[in-house]
């Protein structure tokens, strides 16, 4: 799937979701929505996940 066509997925679920939930619903569906995406790439080996929490606590630097 290339990026433009995962955005306008995206976006279409997000527009849904805010026209029949409201603020709330669309604010929750794209938390969601992010956690999925931190833990699809964790999956992928892309991302190191022991990395981003050492880095939140101050143990290492981003860079």
Do not use: K, N
């Amino acid at each position: 799937m290339t990026p433009v066509i995962g955005g306008a997925a995206a976006g279409a679920v997000l527009a849904v979701v805010a026209l029949a939930f409201g603020f709330w619903g669309f604010i929750l569906t794209l938390l969601f929505m992010g956690i999925g995406a931190v833990l699809g790439r964790a999956a992928e080996g892309r991302l190191d996940l022991a990395e981003v929490f050492d880095a939140l606590r101050g143990r290492r630097t981003s860079s």
